[in-house]
C-alpha cells in the first residue's frame, strides 16, 4: 500500500489508498437440509488521487500492478469533479470494538448445529415448513493511509444466522423469516426462532382486508420494508445539496410527529455497522437526524460537506468500490411507550403489516411507498384474527409520520442496519381484492 | 502478475485426480468503467479492473466453495472446496449428463467499450444531460453510465474447458423535479451487450423523460383498487419476469414437494394465447450466452405453451433431480458467487392485436408504461411502472402518478385477455436473487391486457 501511495505522489498533489480484505465462511441450508459449505476471500485495493486540482479514482483486487492502478486513476483525473476537501491529517479515533477473536474460532460444526438447531425448533411447531436458513462467519479488515500522513486501520467479526420459511397449502403460500448478526458469535438460535414461532402462530388463520383507510401497525420488518428508503435518501447531504429532499430546507424545523427520534449511530459496541472511522478515515460520531420531530442533521462526506459548506459527519461509503459518497452506518430510532398488545388492542379494525413487497421501488425522494403485504394480520376489534393477502399499503412517508398514534416500546434490529419499534398510524391507505 | 490462461492450463490435468463426484474451477478477469454526473456536474468517474476465481466440488450430494482474489496456492484451495463438499455430503450425487467441451468464444475487440476513450462516452452523456437541463422547473438529474468487459476461463473435471469474453453496458437517465416538499422523479434505463451504439441517438426520448417529470408535479395519484390494465412492452416484460420468470426457476421447486405438485407440467397457467419463452440462445441481447456457468450449451427453453405450463429453466443439479433435459441457465453475477438457476431472455411471444385492439374497447383503466422494478414471492408479485395514465372510453387519457400493481400468479396470467403484435425486447434491467445482483438480463413482451389487476393508491 505504501508503494502505490509513493508512485500516486509522484503524479499527483493529493493521494489515498484503501484497503479491504475479508474472509468469510457461509453455511447454508436448502429444503431443512445442509446444502453448502463456503469460503470466500477476498482483497480490493482503491487509488483516489487528486490530481491538477481534480479527482481521480482507480480500484483493482491485485495488489501487484501498482502502475496499472496509477495510470487509470489518472486517466480518470482528467474528466474528475474539482476537489474541495482535504483528506484527514493524522488523527485519533474513537475506541469502538467491533472485533472478537471468538468469530474466528467458531468451528464449521458448530455452526452446522446452530443451524440444524433452528430448524429443528422451528419444523417441531409446524413440520409442513420448508426452511433455507444460513449461518456465517466474517472476519474484515480495512486499511485507509493518505498523503497527509492520515491512517486509519481496524478489524471487524461479524457472525449472522438467518432462517426463511416456505408453508404451503394448495396454491396459497406463507413466507415466515427472522436474522440476527453481532460482531460476537451467536451461541443460540432462540431469539430467531421466536420471531419465527410468532409469526407463524399470528398467520395461522386467513381474514380478508376492505379497501379503505385503516389504521396500522408496522411492526420492525414492517418499518423496515417500507418506511426507511425515502429517509435514507432525504438525510443524505448529497440529495439534499441538489435540492432533491423533501426536509433539505426545513433543517431546525418541526417536519414529523414530535414523539420521532432519530439518529445515525457507527459507534454502539460490537454491532455489523460500526466503525472507529468512515471509508475517508473521518472519526465515527452518533448524529441525530430528528429530535422530537424536528429535522437536527444531515449526513455527509469529505466532498459534499466541502460543497455544503459544513464538516463531514464521518459518513463517506464507498460501495461496490466506488468513489466514497454519504451514506448512513446505522438508523436508530428511539423506543416509546406502548407495547405491541397495547397498539393491536387500541385498533376497532386494522392491519399489522410485517412485510411489505416492493414498497420501495417507486418515487422515493417524493416519500410515496406503495407494496403487497406479503406478510400482515387483519385487526378486528383489538385482535389479530389472521393473515390477509392480496392487499396493497400504500401511502407517503411524510404525511405518515408526521402524525403517529405511537411507537412501540420494544426496539430491535432488523438486519445489521436499522434498529426500530414498531410504530402505529391512524390512518392509512389499503387496497384489497 | 498471473494470467488466468496459465493457471487454468495448469489445474486442467489435475482436476481428475482429486476424490471428489464433480469438480469445477470459473477463473475471471474483468475491466470496468463508470461515469456518474449528479445535476449539471459530471461527479465520479471511475476505472477498475478484477481478477479472481472460485472452486466448486460435489461429493455425496453435497457442495463445497471457494472463492478468491489471490490465484496462489490454487491445488490448496481445491483441495479446501473438496473437504467442505465431503463434510456436506451424506448421498448421491446427481448432475445431469452433458457432454464436456472445449471452445473459445471471443467478442471482437471493436466492440470493447473499454478501448474506447473515456472522452467520447462522457461526450454523449454530456448531450444527453445538456438537454435534460435544457427542461424548466427541473430540479436535479442523475446519469449512471457503467460498461464492463470480462473474460472467464471454465474448465470441470468432466474436460471441458470454455473460455468465453462478454461485455455489457448500462445507462440509466433520472430527472428529478420538485415543488415546495414536492418530488417527482422520470427515469430511462437502456443497457447493451456489446454495442455502444444502442444508447446512442436517445436524445429524444432523454427529453421526453424530463418533460415527464415536470409534469408528474401536477399529475393525480390514481385511487387504489382492481382495474383493468394496459401494460407496455416494457413493463410487460418486468411483469412476466417477476410473475411467471422465477416460479419457473427449478432451485425453487425441486426440493420441495409441495411445489413440485403444483409445478407439474400441463398445469393450465392462462390463456391459449399465451407463449412465454426464455432462450439465452437468441443472439446480442444481455441475457445471451453460447454456454452457462456449469459449461452447459444455452438453449431456447417453452416455459408456457398454448397457457400450459410446459418446461422450466434448470442447472444440471436441479434438472437431474427433476428427471427433466438441462436448459444452460446456471448462471453467477461474478466469480464471487456459485453459478444458480437464473433467467436470461424472457419474452411473451406475439399474438394479433394492435394497440387500439387493447385499448378500444376499456371504459375505465389504467395504462401502466415503463418500469421502476418488480418483485416476485413466487405465489404474489409486484411491479412498478415509471409512467402511467388513465385510460377512459377506449382512449389514453390523463398522467397519472407513477403506480404500483400487483398479482397472484395462479390468477393474473389467466386474467390476460389480450396479447399485442409489437414485441419489444428492454434490456435496460438487471435481476437479483439471493445476494446475486444485478445480473444482466433482457426482458420483452407486446402490449397485453390485465382484466382485475390491484392497484396501489390513495
Not at chain 1, 236 to 249: D, H
Amino acid at each position: 500500500m505504501e508503494s502505490i501511495l509513493a508512485e500516486a505522489k509522484k503524479v499527483a498533489e493529493e493521494a489515498e489508498v484503501f484497503m479491504v480484505s475479508s474472509e468469510e465462511t457461509p453455511v447454508q441450508f436448502e429444503a431443512n437440509r445442509l446444502k453448502h459449505i463456503q469460503s470466500k476471500q477476498s482483497t480490493s485495493v482503491a487509488l483516489r488521487i487528486v490530481r491538477q486540482g481534480k479527482i481521480g479514482y482507480a480500484a483493482a483486487t491485485q495488489l501487484d500492478d501498482r502502475q496499472e492502478l496509477v495510470n487509470m486513476a489518472v486517466e480518470t483525473a482528467e474528466f474528475g469533479m474539482t476537489a474541495r476537501f482535504e483528506l484527514p491529517s493524522f488523527t485519533s479515533y474513537p475506541q469502538i470494538e467491533v472485533f472478537d477473536p471468538a468469530v474466528e474460532s467458531v468451528s464449521t460444526e458448530e455452526m452446522v448445529k446452530l443451524g440444524e438447531e433452528l430448524i429443528s425448533t422451528i419444523k417441531a411447531h409446524t413440520p409442513d415448513l420448508v426452511c433455507d436458513a444460513a449461518v456465517s462467519k466474517e472476519v474484515i479488515s480495512v486499511r485507509i493511509i493518505n498523503s497527509r500522513g492520515g491512517q486509519a486501520n481496524y478489524k471487524q467479526s461479524i457472525f449472522s444466522l438467518g432462517i426463511e420459511g416456505q408453508l404451503i397449502r394448495d396454491t396459497d403460500m406463507l413466507f415466515v423469516g427472522e436474522g440476527q448478526n453481532s460482531c460476537h458469535p451467536i451461541p443460540e438460535s432462540k431469539t430467531v426462532a421466536e420471531v419465527v414461532l410468532q409469526q407463524l402462530d399470528l398467520a395461522k388463520d386467513r381474514a380478508s382486508a376492505p379497501t379503505k383507510l385503516l389504521p396500522v401497525v408496522f411492526t420492525h420488518h414492517g418499518v423496515a420494508s417500507s418506511l426507511i428508503a425515502p429517509l435514507i435518501a432525504a438525510f443524505n447531504g448529497k440529495v439534499v445539496l441538489e435540492g432533491a429532499s423533501p426536509i433539505g430546507s426545513k433543517l431546525g424545523q418541526l417536519v414529523f410527529d414530535e414523539k420521532l427520534q432519530l439518529w445515525d449511530d457507527p459507534t454502539i459496541a460490537y454491532r455489523p455497522a460500526s466503525r472507529p472511522c468512515d471509508d475517508e478515515g473521518i472519526p465515527s460520531q452518533r448524529t441525530p437526524l430528528i429530535e422530537q420531530g424536528v429535522v437536527a442533521n444531515f449526513l455527509y462526506d469529505l466532498q459534499t460537506a466541502a460543497l455544503a459548506h459544513t464538516q463531514s459527519t464521518g459518513n463517506g461509503h464507498r460501495s461496490r468500490g466506488g468513489l466514497p459518497a454519504p451514506s448512513p452506518s446505522a438508523f436508530i430510532i428511539a423506543p416509546g411507550k406502548a407495547t405491541f398488545d397495547q397498539m393491536v388492542a387500541d385498533i376497532k379494525e386494522g392491519l399489522v403489516v410485517e412485510q411489505l413487497m416492493g414498497a420501495t421501488q417507486g418515487n422515493i425522494l417524493g416519500g410515496d411507498f406503495s407494496g403487497n403485504v406479503l406478510l400482515g394480520y387483519k385487526v378486528e376489534n383489538g385482535k389479530i384474527v389472521g393473515r390477509v393477502k392480496d392487499t396493497m399499503v400504500s401511502g407517503n412517508i411524510y404525511q405518515l409520520l408526521k402524525q403517529i398514534t405511537a411507537i412501540g416500546s420494544d426496539a430491535r434490529w432488523v438486519g445489521g442496519f436499522l434498529n426500530t419499534p414498531p410504530l402505529y398510524f391512524p390512518s392509512v391507505s389499503v387496497a384489497s381484492k | 502478475m498471473m494470467h488466468i490462461e496459465v493457471v487454468g492450463r495448469q489445474l486442467v490435468e489435475t482436476l481428475k485426480s482429486y476424490s471428489a463426484d464433480y469438480i469445477e474451477v470459473h477463473l475471471e478477469e474483468s475491466q470496468t468503467s463508470h461515469i456518474a454526473y449528479r445535476g449539471k456536474e459530471l461527479e465520479s468517474i471511475d476505472r477498475t479492473t478484477a481478477i479472481g476465481g472460485n472452486v466448486r466440488a460435489l461429493v455425496r450430494g453435497g457442495w463445497g466453495f471457494v472463492s478468491f482474489n489471490n490465484l496462489d496456492e490454487l491445488p490448496g484451495r481445491v483441495e479446501l472446496a473438496v473437504r467442505q463438499a465431503q463434510f456436506v455430503g451424506n448421498e448421491e450425487s446427481k448432475l445431469a449428463p452433458v457432454e464436456p467441451v472445449v471452445d473459445t468464444v471471443l467478442t471482437p475487440a471493436s466492440t470493447n467499450p473499454l478501448t474506447m476513450p473515456l472522452a467520447e462516452k462522457k461526450q454523449l452523456l454530456d448531450e444527453y444531460n445538456d438537454i435534460i437541463w435544457r427542461t424548466p422547473r427541473l430540479q436535479t438529474s442523475s446519469i449512471n453510465y457503467g460498461d464492463g468487459h470480462k473474460k472467464v476461463i471454465f474448465l470441470n473435471s468432466l474436460g471441458s474447458y470454455i473460455e468465453q469474453e462478454r461485455t455489457d453496458i448500462t445507462l440509466r437517465l433520472t430527472a428529478i423535479a420538485a415543488e415546495g416538499s414536492e418530488v417527482q422523479q422520470a427515469g430511462l434505463s437502456l443497457g447493451s451487450r456489446d454495442d455502444f451504439s444502442l444508447i446512442q441517438g436517445r436524445h429524444r426520448q432523454v427529453e421526453q423523460l424530463a418533460q415527464r417529470a415536470v409534469e408528474l408535479l401536477s399529475a393525480p395519484q390514481v385511487s387504489g383498487g382492481e382495474y383493468t390494465v394496459v401494460l407496455d412492452p416494457v413493463l410487460a416484460g418486468v411483469f412476466v419476469h417477476e410473475a411467471f420468470g422465477h416460479l419457473s426457476e427449478a432451485d425453487f421447486v425441486y426440493e420441495n414437494d409441495r411445489l413440485r405438485q403444483i409445478m407439474t407440467l400441463g398445469k393450465e397457467f392462462g390463456s391459449v394465447e399465451l407463449n412465454i419463452v426464455d432462450s439465452a440462445a437468441m443472439p446480442g441481447l444481455r441475457g445471451s450466452y453460447k454456454y452457462d456457468d456449469e459449461g452447459v450449451p444455452a438453449t431456447k427453453t417453452y416455459l408456457i405453451r398454448e397457457g400450459k405450463l410446459v418446461g422450466r429453466l434448470h442447472s444440471r443439479e436441479t434438472a437431474a433431480k427433476m428427471n427433466e433435459e438441462p436448459t444452460g441457465n446456471a448462471r453467477a453475477i461474478n466469480y464471487r458467487y456459485p453459478p444458480i438457476v437464473r433467467m436470461t431472455n424472457t419474452y411473451i411471444e406475439p399474438k394479433a392485436a394492435s394497440l387500439d385492439d387493447i385499448i378500444g374497447d376499456i371504459k375505465e383503466g389504467v395504462y401502466a408504461k415503463n418500469w421502476y422494478g418488480g418483485m416476485t414471492s413466487m405465489e404474489m408479485f409486484t411491479f412498478s411502472a415509471g409512467e402511467a395514465y388513465m385510460i377512459r372510453n377506449g382512449k389514453v387519457a390523463e398522467m397519472l402518478r407513477p403506480v404500483v400493481l400487483t398479482g397472484n400468479v395462479f390468477t393474473t396470467l389467466k386474467n390476460i385477455d389480450a396479447i399485442g403484435n409489437d414485441l419489444e425486447m428492454n434490456q435496460g434491467g438487471g435481476c437479483g436473487k439471493g445476494e446475486q445482483m444485478p445480473l444482466p438480463v433482457a426482458n420483452g413482451s407486446p402490449h397485453i391486457r390485465i382484466r382485475h389487476c390491484l392497484v396501489g393508491g390513495r
